[in-house]
C-alpha cells in the first residue's frame, strides 16, 4: 500500500518535471539535474525499500534519517549554487546598467554636437 | 577667479572629476561652479536614478551627466564613472561627493601624492567630521579591515590609472559601498593608499545617505565588517606611507 502512494506521488513530480522542460519552462542546463531528481522521486516512490536497504549498508541504525541527511545536504549545496548565479547575475545586470548608461551619455553629447553644429 | 592648480594642470591632461549624485538638484549645480572656480577639469556627474531636477541641473552647469537606469547606489553610479575614465584613458580621477562637502580648494594638495608618483591613491580626510556613531563605525570597521587610514569612509579622493583600472574591474562590481570593499581590493593589488588632510564643509543639502539611520547603519556595519573580516591581510602589515600637503 505504502509503495503505492509513494509510487504516485513520487512520478507525478517526475511527469510535472519532465513537462515544464519539454514546454521551455526551464533552461536546459538546470532542466538535466531536475530530470535527476524526477528519476530519484520515482524510483524511490516506487521502492521504497531502497533506502532501508541502503541505511543498513551505511550501518544508519534509522534508516528515514538517511534520505533526510542526503535530500538536506543536496538542497543546501543547491542553494548555495542559485546564490552564486544571482550574484554572478546581479554582477552582470549592474555592469549592463553601466554600460547603457555610459552609451546614453555619448549620445546626448553627440546630439548635442549635433544641434550646436547646424 | 584663478586657476590654482595650473602647474599641476599643465603636466596632466588627462584628469577627470567624477560625482555621483542622487537627488542632489538643489546643491549639485553649486557644487560644479565651485570646482570650476578652481580647474577646468572635465566633470562627469553620475545620475543614480534621481527623482528630481539633478540631470538638467548639472548638464546646464556644464557637466557630462551620464544617466543610469536604475538605482545602482552609491558605489555603483562611481563605478560607472571610473569605467567611463578607464574608456576614454584619463590617468587620474577625482571623485568628490555632490552635496557640496568636499571643498575643491583641497584638489591641490589632494593631487600632489599621486601625481608626484608617491601614492596611487589618496584620500581626503576630515575626521574632526562626523558623529559618536561614525566614530564607533569606523573604530570597528578599522579593527575588522585591518586597515590604518585615518578616513575610510571619505569619497574625497584621486585615483591614477592603476587605480581606475582596478576599480573598473568585474570584481569590483559586486561591492555596495566604496570603503572598505573598494580600500582592500587596491591594497591586495598592491596599490599604496595615502591620506591627506583636508577641510569638509558641513553638507549643503540633506544628510549622509548612509548615517541616516540605525536600520541602515545595521546593514552597512554588518556587509562592511564581514568584508573587512574576511578579506583582511593575513600576513604583513599594511605598507602606507603618510603625506600630508
Given at each position: 500500500m505504502l509503495s503505492i502512494v509513494t509510487g504516485i506521488i513520487g512520478i507525478s513530480v517526475a511527469v510535472l518535471i519532465i513537462l515544464l522542460v519539454r514546454r521551455d519552462r526551464l533552461h536546459v542546463r538546470h532542466g538535466f539535474m531536475w530530470i535527476i531528481v524526477a528519476l530519484c522521486f520515482a524510483v524511490l516512490g516506487v521502492f521504497p525499500g531502497i533506502i532501508d536497504s541502503l541505511a543498513r549498508l551505511t550501518g544508519v541504525s534509522y534508516p528515514p534519517i538517511l534520505g533526510i541527511t542526503v535530500a538536506i545536504a543536496l538542497l543546501v549545496i543547491k542553494i548555495l549554487m542559485m546564490d552564486l548565479e544571482r550574484s554572478k547575475i546581479e554582477m552582470r545586470n549592474q555592469r549592463l546598467i553601466q554600460r547603457v548608461a555610459i552609451l546614453e551619455a555619448d549620445i546626448r553629447e553627440l546630439q548635442l554636437d549635433h544641434r550646436n553644429g547646424h | 577667479m584663478a586657476p590654482r592648480i595650473d602647474e599641476v594642470q599643465l603636466s596632466l591632461p588627462a584628469t577627470v572629476i567624477i560625482i555621483p549624485a542622487f537627488n542632489e538638484a538643489e546643491a549639485i549645480a553649486r557644487v560644479i561652479e565651485e570646482i570650476r572656480e578652481h580647474c577646468d577639469f572635465p566633470i562627469f556627474v553620475i545620475d543614480d536614478?534621481?527623482?528630481?531636477d539633478t540631470v538638467n541641473k548639472a548638464t546646464l552647469a556644464g557637466a557630462k551627466v551620464i544617466p543610469l537606469a536604475t538605482q545602482l547606489g552609491a558605489w555603483g553610479a562611481m563605478q560607472t564613472g571610473l569605467r567611463l575614465a578607464q574608456r576614454d584613458g584619463y590617468q587620474y580621477a577625482i571623485t568628490m561627493d555632490?552635496?557640496?562637502?568636499?571643498?575643491?580648494?583641497?584638489l591641490k594638495e589632494l593631487m600632489h601624492p599621486v601625481v608626484k608618483g608617491l601614492a596611487d591613491v589618496s584620500i581626503g580626510a576630515c575626521?574632526?567630521?562626523?558623529s559618536k556613531l561614525r566614530k564607533i563605525a569606523w573604530l570597528l570597521m578599522k579593527q575588522a579591515s585591518?586597515?590604518?587610514?585615518?578616513?575610510?569612509?571619505?569619497?574625497?579622493r584621486v585615483y591614477n590609472q592603476h587605480a581606475i583600472q582596478e576599480l573598473s574591474s568585474k570584481r569590483a562590481t559586486l561591492l555596495d559601498y566604496q570603503d572598505v570593499g573598494v580600500l582592500l581590493l587596491l591594497q591586495s593589488c598592491g596599490l599604496t593608499i595615502v591620506d591627506v588632510k583636508v577641510r569638509m564643509q558641513d553638507r549643503q543639502n540633506g544628510a549622509s545617505r548612509i548615517f541616516r539611520s540605525w536600520l541602515i547603519v545595521f546593514c552597512y556595519m554588518c556587509q562592511t565588517l564581514l568584508l573587512g573580516l574576511t578579506k583582511r591581510k593575513l600576513a604583513r602589515s599594511f605598507h602606507r606611507v603618510r603625506a600630508t600637503g
Amino acid at each position: 500500500m505504502l509503495s503505492i502512494v509513494t509510487g504516485i506521488i513520487g512520478i507525478s513530480v517526475a511527469v510535472l518535471i519532465i513537462l515544464l522542460v519539454r514546454r521551455d519552462r526551464l533552461h536546459v542546463r538546470h532542466g538535466f539535474m531536475w530530470i535527476i531528481v524526477a528519476l530519484c522521486f520515482a524510483v524511490l516512490g516506487v521502492f521504497p525499500g531502497i533506502i532501508d536497504s541502503l541505511a543498513r549498508l551505511t550501518g544508519v541504525s534509522y534508516p528515514p534519517i538517511l534520505g533526510i541527511t542526503v535530500a538536506i545536504a543536496l538542497l543546501v549545496i543547491k542553494i548555495l549554487m542559485m546564490d552564486l548565479e544571482r550574484s554572478k547575475i546581479e554582477m552582470r545586470n549592474q555592469r549592463l546598467i553601466q554600460r547603457v548608461a555610459i552609451l546614453e551619455a555619448d549620445i546626448r553629447e553627440l546630439q548635442l554636437d549635433h544641434r550646436n553644429g547646424h | 577667479m584663478a586657476p590654482r592648480i595650473d602647474e599641476v594642470q599643465l603636466s596632466l591632461p588627462a584628469t577627470v572629476i567624477i560625482i555621483p549624485a542622487f537627488n542632489e538638484a538643489e546643491a549639485i549645480a553649486r557644487v560644479i561652479e565651485e570646482i570650476r572656480e578652481h580647474c577646468d577639469f572635465p566633470i562627469f556627474v553620475i545620475d543614480d536614478a534621481s527623482t528630481d531636477d539633478t540631470v538638467n541641473k548639472a548638464t546646464l552647469a556644464g557637466a557630462k551627466v551620464i544617466p543610469l537606469a536604475t538605482q545602482l547606489g552609491a558605489w555603483g553610479a562611481m563605478q560607472t564613472g571610473l569605467r567611463l575614465a578607464q574608456r576614454d584613458g584619463y590617468q587620474y580621477a577625482i571623485t568628490m561627493d555632490a552635496d557640496g562637502q568636499h571643498d575643491a580648494a583641497s584638489l591641490k594638495e589632494l593631487m600632489h601624492p599621486v601625481v608626484k608618483g608617491l601614492a596611487d591613491v589618496s584620500i581626503g580626510a576630515c575626521t574632526q567630521r562626523g558623529s559618536k556613531l561614525r566614530k564607533i563605525a569606523w573604530l570597528l570597521m578599522k579593527q575588522a579591515s585591518g586597515l590604518t587610514l585615518e578616513d575610510i569612509t571619505s569619497g574625497f579622493r584621486v585615483y591614477n590609472q592603476h587605480a581606475i583600472q582596478e576599480l573598473s574591474s568585474k570584481r569590483a562590481t559586486l561591492l555596495d559601498y566604496q570603503d572598505v570593499g573598494v580600500l582592500l581590493l587596491l591594497q591586495s593589488c598592491g596599490l599604496t593608499i595615502v591620506d591627506v588632510k583636508v577641510r569638509m564643509q558641513d553638507r549643503q543639502n540633506g544628510a549622509s545617505r548612509i548615517f541616516r539611520s540605525w536600520l541602515i547603519v545595521f546593514c552597512y556595519m554588518c556587509q562592511t565588517l564581514l568584508l573587512g573580516l574576511t578579506k583582511r591581510k593575513l600576513a604583513r602589515s599594511f605598507h602606507r606611507v603618510r603625506a600630508t600637503g
